[in-house]
């Protein structure tokens, strides 16, 4: 990809996880991950065979058709762990760069209910418990 060429920058997160995703347009349809620590893959090597994961990833493309996701390069970069919030940091990533790319999709991708953050977040630890809900074991005596 060269470095002169246009591209869409959005952030998708979830949970800790964030998903940085830049969208080139006249692309091959390559989509390349860069981890926290620098270590580079390909989108599928990264969720290593797991077709879940990786269908969450690329939802957005795979709504608006193969051949519209032909038409774009990306380059990804995340932060943080997870593998689920990962997969869910990179879709929101793509949905966001669709819709500043063409907003004629919005109401495509509402339909699906892709547009919202997911809010949900680990429940804190309560004091005398092990773990949020956890209680220690029971005992008479």
């Avoid at 990264?46 to 709504?63: E, R, V």
């Avoid at 819709?99 to 630890?125: C, M, V």
Wanted: net charge positive; no cysteine; glycine share 8%.
């Amino acid at each position: 990809m060269a470095a002169a060429q246009k591209y869409i920058y959005t952030i998708g997160r979830r949970k800790q996880t964030t998903a940085v995703v830049k969208l080139f347009p006249k692309g091959t349809g390559k989509y390349n991950l860069t981890t926290a620590n620098d270590i580079k893959h390909d989108l599928f090597q990264h969720f290593g065979g797991n077709k879940y994961l990786l269908d969450t990833a690329l939802s957005p493309m795979l709504i608006l058709g193969e051949s519209f996701a032909k038409q774009f390069d990306a380059e990804i970069k995340i932060a943080w762990w997870g593998i689920m919030g990962q997969a869910d940091a990179i879709k929101l990533g793509f949905v966001r760069a669709i819709i500043e790319f063409n907003p004629e999709y919005k109401s495509t991708l509402k339909a699906y209910g892709l547009l919202k953050r997911d809010p949900r977040r680990k429940e804190r630890k309560k004091p005398g418990l092990k773990k949020a809900r956890k209680s220690p074991k029971w005992s008479k005596r």
